[in-house]
């Protein structure tokens, strides 16, 4: 039967593929393992030099760097699910006049691209004296956030079923209650995807920290690499190994729950 | 009614039993209540998100350096915008890298959709996970392997040219004029192709195997069962895959200014990196703004386009 | 979900709101709170007592430079334990890129690396944002120390419209020179003696080339390094006043010359002859430099900067020499000046550290650190180095320079956008993407642009 060819042939794609993807990155590692000095094309190292990472954490002070990411992703974050969370309720499960217009205002947030409101930010927070502060970081990035999380908690309410709001109601429950005991429960999946995702994009985000950073120890690990680079740029096993440091906080979260990062990216297409 | 609600809301509710009873509008009126629940996302979303965005088209119509007073142009910077040719390349290239970034990465993607027949597909999984980690390394540290792969010397490329006999093909990648632009094009075909594949693959898996058969039935080869059954049914997933990948494309500051930073001369200058450069270093704030509306007005423009056409059969 | 529709609706939203923000009108462009630079309260060399922090941007990143900031910071802590010094390193580029935003903020970092001309220095003066230095070169005594050239380069009119007079805004450590790095060994074995001669230098590399060697190591992906190696061949065919003339902006000087349309001409020559390290405009600076310390490649045109590194790894096997006159007998004319100079912001408000900080990293002693760690001291009197190493070959060629007045300013500090215009052109000149007309046809462009703006 061809099932054996087809199953042989999928599975000899797929491989193909995830090989391509994978090779960069692999090869990546193993330069940062390599001896510093003789890097050349991608090969297994000899022996594993595992000093280019303390070398690279020690000179590149990605310790301050990581602490800051983190603090910026984790506000961002919680932040940002919350007021989702509330705008997402209003939006699914209410009807008020001029909700669709301001459903649309939203929804402008996801086209939007940085690069064309990064000019008047950074003025318009000089003027405020946020620049420099972890506030020029948060703020827009919550912002933009919003654009996205009010959408996908919009969406997911409303495709929840009437009949658990209705049985709320009848007992008597408020808004906020309903929001908080009944639909983030059962939200709770969706929600998680949300904040991962959220994550992921705070994480990586470099112009925003470029433009409004200009203290050392506020710099992202993005941001900080980049700098790095600049610095070591003939050192390729330093290098290699500051970008593993830089990335692994948002892999590693990645492959714990690859499920709900997924899961995001194809929700679009399915709601749709 | 309560014994078909799942758990949670059972205990959700069990807490909340003590809440008063309120009068509630019957279900379908307006609730003004709605907007305070908005209140606090419009507030932060319109600070950061729309006024800015105002602010960029108001200050595209001025010429500003940034430090002293700036000065009411008009529609001098689009007008400069048109006519200046570096600007104008820096737009081509941003056409131009859609290609690697967008419809390259969508045709793979349909390609192994095609390709693949929806037999029972174990360990999917764990090759979803593999295809898609490139969208979640952050761009610096995608920038950082590629001007490595790139390098001439002893970048991976290279080296591996060397090794098959092809020594001819190697060149100076990120420093060449004509390769340039397609290297780095290239490096993001790279980070979206596995999303591509990710959304394409799933959609597939959704399409009702009745509609094969009747396709087999009417006597349909494989290309016009491509044609006539999974290409309409992945429409959605199209215009998703196309919509980020686009937007991708023309948001790419990141890669740019960590590998060529437009060169070699202006090969790979883009919209991104000009709204950068001419603002923070050059000192044409309103210039940059100019580009900034403009790139934001294209990505509008866009999106619609390929939603519009997603939607143009249903 | 039709999001076509949408996008529409979407977009009229955004008109009405964007209309109203507009109507609202508070957010046209302009300073309202920059009041330009602050006058000097005072200029007493004394420093303050209390606890003082200076924040220091610097470029000093490559390893000897690195060794003699480090160095240096340290023993001024050590003298004043009230102040700590907060160093903020990047690289040359990164810095040019982010100095304009730093020093424009409410809290600018006290000391700053700003390159000098038009790009970086003269926009910074411009717009207020760095303070002029003349009362405590006064106070310290900084003009002795310095040659009037040097001082120069360091120097704009208060509203930064006139480059190489006015206010002194900097002071430089080193000084650097663009000349030739060549390999001792490879030389030999070419049988090739330092040539005398412009002609002999081309000799040089043509023989080199015929011997498989790569004539010179070159790696042009920064943009930057391009500029070094345009001027000195420029050098050979335009005269030094004119160079200076055409930096500064005085008189009424063109690019549009023939003399460097035959720059040009010849640097294409060099490139389709294969006198560069093949494929370059791919090739980073550093790679390029850590090649030719592995003996790859005979000469290297590059700066003074590069003296250390090239010493740690190479020793008595590598030497430098100026680019040589066109006449045979004729004093050499290079590329050069000083590294950046270091310039308080005028949000600072330690000046007085800053100046005490600023002076004792360009004094005497400093002087000494920094030609242990490799590199050129840009006041008078620097110390003596023993010859036959390749630092030996650079005092001694500074001393020459400075007798014969022979230093040419780099020529991206020409106007506020000559560093793009002018990287991106040898880039392409060099790829033989423009013919050398086309080439100095679009320099000139920029520099008339701006030349009838002033």
Redesign the interface.
């Known amino acids: 039967m061809t ?1 054996r060819i ?2 042989a ?2 599975y000899a ?3 193909g ?2 090989f ?3 090779y ?2 692999g ?2 590692v193993l ?1 940062a393992l390599q001896r510093p000095g003789e ?4 090969s297994i190292p000899r022996d594993l030099h595992f000093s280019n990472f303390a070398e690279a954490w020690t000179q590149g002070h990605f310790a301050t760097y990581l602490k800051s990411s983190l603090i910026v992703s984790v506000s961002v974050v919680v ?1 940002a699910t919350l ?2 969370l ?2 997402g ?3 699914g499960t ?4 001029g ?4 459903f ?6 996801l ?14 927070l ?2 405020l ?1 946020l ?2 502060t972890y506030w020029a970081l948060i ?2 990035q ?3 956030s ?2 996205f ?2 959408f996908w908690m919009r ?1 997911f309410f409303m495709s929840t079923p009437r ?2 709001i ?4 009848i ?5 906020w ?2 929001l ?3 639909l983030v ?2 939200a709770r999946p969706a929600i998680l995807t949300m904040m991962v995702l959220i994550f ?1 994009w705070t ?2 985000e ?2 925003l920290a ?2 409004m950073v ?3 120890n506020l710099r992202t ?3 900080g ?3 790095f ?3 070591h ?2 050192e ?1 096993t330093l ?2 190994a ?3 440091i ?2 692994l906080p ?2 590693v979260t ?2 714990l729950l ?2 709900h ?2 899961r995001g ?2 929700s ?5 | ?2 014994d ?3 758990v ?2 059972r ?3 069990r ?3 003590r ?4 009068d ?1 509008a019957p ?9 305070l ?2 209140l ?3 507030l ?2 319109g ?7 105002g ?2 088209v108001l ?1 595209s119509f001025y010429e500003w350096d ?1 430090i002293t007073e700036g000065t009411w142009i008009g529609l001098s910077n689009y007008q400069d915008l048109i006519t200046d040719s570096q600007t104008r390349a820096a737009f081509l290239h941003a056409l131009i890298l859609i290609l690697f970034y967008s419809i390259l990465p969508v045709a ?1 993607g349909l390609l ?1 959709a095609a ?3 929806r ?1 029972d ?1 174990r360990g999917l ?1 764990w ?8 969208q ?6 995608v920038a ?6 790139y390098a001439p010397g ?3 490329l290279n ?2 040219l060397r090794a098959v006999g092809l020594d001819g093909l190697t060149r100076s990648w990120l420093g060449d004029f004509s390769w340039a632009l397609p290297s780095v094009g290239l490096v993001g075909t ?1 980070v979206q ?3 591509c ?3 394409f693959i ?2 597939v898996q ?1 399409i009702p195997t009745s509609l094969y058969d009747a396709a087999r039935v009417d006597g349909a080869g494989p290309g016009h069962e491509f044609l006539a059954v999974t290409l309409p049914n992945l429409r ?2 199209i ?3 196309l919509t ?1 990948t686009i ?1 991708a494309s ?2 790419n ?2 890669l740019v ?2 590998t060529t930073k437009g060169g070699p001369g202006n090969a790979t200058s883009v ?2 990196f000009e ?2 450069n001419q ?2 270093e050059v000192g044409q ?1 309103g210039f ?2 100019a580009i ?2 403009v ?2 007005l294209i ?2 423009a866009i ?1 619609g386009v390929v939603n519009r056409i ?1 939607e143009a059969r249903e | ?1 039709s ?1 076509g529709r ?2 529409r ?3 009229s ?2 008109a009405a ?1 964007a209309l109203t923000l507009v109507a609202c009108g508070s ?1 046209t ?1 302009g300073s309202s ?1 920059d009041g330009g630079a602050e006058q000097p309260q005072s200029s007493s060399t004394a420093l303050p007592k209390e606890d003082v922090t200076l ?1 220091v941007w610097d470029q000093e ?1 490559r390893g000897g430079q690195n060794a003699q900031i480090e160095q240096l910071n340290k023993e001024f802590m050590d003298e004043y334990p009230n102040v700590t010094i ?1 160093r ?4 040359f ?2 810095i040019n890129k ?1 100095l304009k ?2 020093a ?6 006290d000391v700053v690396q700003a390159n000098q001309g038009r790009v970086v220095m003269g926009q910074l003066v411009t717009g207020g944002l760095l303070r002029p230095l003349d009362d405590y070169a006064e106070a310290y005594g900084w003009a002795e120390r310095y040659s009037p050239t040097l001082l120069e380069l360091n120097s704009f009119s208060a509203d930064g419209d006139q480059f190489g007079t006015g206010n002194l805004y900097g002071l430089s450590q080193v000084g650097e020179i663009v000349g030739v790095y060549y390999n001792k060994e490879k030389l030999a074995e070419l049988d090739l003696a330092i040539p005398e001669t412009f002609d002999e230098f081309v000799d040089a590399l043509e023989a080199a080339k015929q011997a498989g060697e790569i004539p010179i190591q070159f790696g042009n992906l ?1 943009k930057w390094p391009g500029i070094h190696e345009f001027q000195a061949v420029q050098n050979e065919f335009a005269p030094k006043d004119y160079l200076r003339q055409f930096v500064f902006g005085l008189g009424d000087v063109s690019f549009a010359t023939d003399q460097n349309t035959e720059a040009a001409s010849v640097m294409q020559q060099w490139v389709d002859s294969g006198y560069f390290t093949p494929g370059f405009n791919g090739v ?4 390029a ?2 090649a030719f310390t592995k003996d790859e490649g005979v000469f290297l045109i590059t700066g003074t900067w590069q003296a250390p590194l090239f010493e740690d790894a190479m020793g008595k096997d590598v030497g430098f020499f100026l680019m040589p006159p066109a006449q045979s007998g004729d004093d050499p004319v290079a590329l050069g000046g000083e590294g950046l100079p270091f310039a308080i912001t005028t949000g600072s408000d330690q000046p007085e550290a800053a100046a005490a900080y600023i002076d004792f990293i360009t004094n005497e002693h400093a002087a000494q650190v920094i030609t242990e760690t490799g590199g050129l001291p840009a006041p008078k009197g620097a110390p003596s180095v023993p010859s036959g190493t390749v630092l030996g070959d650079i005092f001694t060629a500074w001393d020459q320079l400075n007798a014969t007045d022979a230093i040419v300013p780099y020529i991206d500090y020409a106007t506020p956008t000559f560093y793009d215009t002018i990287t991106a052109s040898v880039q392409e000149l060099m790829a033989d993407e423009v013919d050398p007309e086309g080439f100095v046809d679009t320099v000139n462009q920029d520099y008339m642009d701006f030349m009838e703006s002033r």
């Open positions: 099932g087809d199953r042939v999928n794609l797929l491989v593929f995830s391509v993807a994978l960069p990155i090869g990546i330069a890097l050349s094309g991608f932040v007021l989702s509330l705008a309720f209003a939006f209410m009807k008020f006049p909700h669709r217009l301001l649309y205002v939203f929804l402008l947030g086209m939007v691209p940085l690069e064309g409101i990064v000019i008047p930010l950074y003025y318009d000089r003027a004296s620049t420099d703020l827009p919550i912002g933009l919003l654009a999380g009010t969406a009949s658990l209705e049985a709320a109601e007992d008597g429950a408020r808004n209650s309903i908080w005991r009944v429960p059962f992921m994480w990586n470099f112009l470029l433009v200009s203290s050392e690990a993005p941001l690499l980049a700098f680079q600049g610095q740029s003939s390729a290098l290699a500051g970008a593993i830089v990335s948002v892999v990645y492959v690859q499920r990062f997924i990216m194809l679009g297409a399915v709601k749709g | 009614m309560k078909s609600l799942p949670q809301a205990i959700g509710l807490a909340g039993r809440a008063r009873a309120r509630k279900p379908g009126e307006p609730r003004a209540i709605g907007y629940y908005l606090p996302a419009l932060v979303y600070a950061f998100v729309l006024l800015p965005l602010h960029s200050l940034g793979i192994l390709l693949i027949s037999t597909l999984t090759f979803r996970t593999i295809l898609f980690l490139p979640v390394v952050p761009l610096v540290v950082v392997i590629w001007s490595y792969i002893t970048g991976p080296e591996g790279w192709y596995g999303l594949m990710v959304l799933a959609g959704k959605n997933e215009a998703v895959a980020l937007i023309l948001r500051f990141d200014y960590l919209p991104a709204v950068y603002a923070f704030v940059a703004s900034g509306v790139l934001a990505i509008f999106t997603a | 979900m999001t949408l996008s609706r979407s977009l939203a955004l709101v957010v462009p709170d924040t990143v907060k903020v390193a990047k690289s580029t990164d982010t935003l730093a424009s903020d409410d809290n600018p970092p920064d980073k600076y550093d790679d430099s850590a």
